[in-house]
Nanobody, 128 residues
Framework: QVQLVESGGGLVQAGGSLRLSCVASGRTSSPTAMGWFRQAPGKEREFVAAISRSGGSTYYADSVKGRFTISKDNAKNTVYLQMNSLKPEDTAVYYC?????????????????????WGQGTQVTVSS
């Protein structure tokens, strides 16, 4: 089992920045993949960004490319999401996800149902 705890959400004005953190504990064993998803009220959970075990590969939703950056610190079992130039449409609950399957194809990073472990979520609200 892997436990994930997110932090760093809050209220920010449009154009501002936030950095989300997700700490993994338990049977961490370097998760194969870690990602961020978000869910706005009345909408399905959607992919935001993901990173491979080594950190050498990163993946982004088109809506956040150039504004968000995902990174990780394996020594701290922590993954980060730096969010810049925030827009009101970025308002959502942001969830950290992880998986330990030995093989994780590039398309799998984008799919909600490929991740076995989820955090409780952190609210991000961007005011206009």
């Amino acid at each position: 089992q892997v436990q994930l705890v997110e932090s760093g959400g809050g209220l920010v004005q449009a154009g501002g920045s936030l950095r989300l953190s997700c700490v993994a504990s338990g049977r961490t064993s370097s998760p194969t993949a870690m990602g961020w998803f978000r869910q706005a009220p009345g909408k399905e959970r959607e992919f935001v960004a993901a990173i491979s075990r080594s950190g050498g590969s990163t993946y982004y939703a088109d809506s956040v490319k150039g504004r968000f950056t995902i990174s990780k610190d394996n020594a701290k079992n922590t993954v980060y999401l730096q969010m810049n130039s925030l827009k009101p449409e970025d308002t959502a609950v942001y969830y950290c996800a992880a998986d330990q399957k030995p093989k994780f194809g590039s398309r799998s990073y984008y799919r909600v149902n490929e991740y076995d472990y989820w955090g409780q979520g952190t609210q991000v609200t961007v005011s206009s």
